[in-house]
């Protein structure tokens, strides 16, 4: 008795562990977004901030972008998903019967990534709330880092891959 008692508290408290993952990026992704702000203005590169704020903290929000209301289902991909071969994260667009699809691919549960986590929920979420741009989703996420921290992430790669210097959108 006392063996599957063990047992059961080992696996309580191992199974949470993978599920706060994705909380805990939420989450900390909320507080630096939070945190930037009121610095933000009410619209920062083409995003909508306050629909912005309502997909990522209540997960629905009013879209002028897509229309109507909209609600955000966060859901888990499998590595034979041809975009989880490649993403660590993607987005479902557009949206269908007034929702959203993000789909977390194993790649976002690599132990020791909590800030590529964070970052990819804040860039996710710009598709979400005004679409497939790749370079407005990774400068609006930078700025949201550099104005809660003074610092963002190096995205050098991406932001040439995507050819984003010729977007319009700038790094901060």
């Known amino acids: 008795m ?3 008692l063990a047992l059961f508290l080992v696996f309580l408290t191992l199974a949470p562990a993978r599920a706060d993952v ?17 610095q933000l203005p009410a619209e920062l ?8 704020r309502y997909a990522l903290t209540v997960r629905q929000f009013s879209s002028s972008y897509w229309g109507g209301t909209i609600s955000l289902r966060v859901e888990s991909g499998s590595k034979e998903n041809a975009s989880c071969a490649r993403f660590a994260a993607f987005v479902r667009l557009p949206p269908s019967n007034g929702h959203v699809s ?8 690599t132990e020791g990534a909590d800030a590529l986590r964070r970052l990819t929920v804040l860039h ?10 790749e370079c407005r989703a ?8 550099y104005l809660a921290s003074g610092a963002f992430t190096n995205v050098d790669r991406y932001w040439q891959a995507n050819e984003c210097d010729s977007s319009g959108f700038g790094l901060p």
């Open 2 to 4: 006392r063996f599957c």
């Open 22 to 38: 994705v909380d805990t990026a939420f989450s900390r992704a909320v507080d630096q977004f939070e945190t930037a702000l009121p």
């Open 45 to 52: 590169f083409g995003v909508d901030v306050s629909a912005y």
């Open 102 to 109: 993000l789909i977390l691919c194993p790649q976002f549960r």
């Open 124 to 133: 996710e979420l710009v598709h979400v709330v005004a679409g497939p741009d």
């Open 138 to 145: 990774m400068a609006f996420a930078a700025q949201i880092e």
